[in-house]
């Protein structure tokens, strides 16, 4: 049912759904925790999303997996707290089991764009290219993060990239 309302954009109805769960005795298992703090933040309850995550493994053993953690970092990205997302980024590569993605790399990036931290970008920008080198995406990101704050002859140089000069044709008749 959580999935089912959370589809259909009925955010507060998981919510609510989930604390009547909880309240009936009934243990949540990852897909369900999943769905509350996907709700949690499309609803904008920042502090419930965080207790909810917390819970999962202090309350009920889970281990939060990739999709817990992607939705955490998506959070955080939203709410501006990049160092914290970049905190929770790392703390993955040392959980077994558990991976950052080039998308959460991405959603990182973006935020980074938005709320003006440029070398928070870069270090997400390089992380996200070891991983996957030819994703374009990433690349189109991060050269609006240093055409948003005037860098882009900086990025030419790190990059090795060059503009080519522009030319057209224009054809005359009598």
Known sequence: MLAVYGRNGDFEKVIELFKEMLRGGISPDGVAFVTVISACGHTGHVKLRIQYFESMVSDFGLEPG???????????CRA????RAWKMVNEMTHKENC???VSMLGALLNACNEFGNVELGKLAAHKALEMDPHNVGIYVLLSNVYAKFGMWDELMKE?????DVGCSWIEITS
């Open 66 to 76: 990739p999709e817990h953690y992607s939705c955490i970092v998506d959070l955080l």
């Open 80 to 83: 501006g707290e990049l160092e």
């Open 99 to 101: 991976s950052y993605s």
């Open 159 to 163: 990059t090795g990239l060059r503009k």
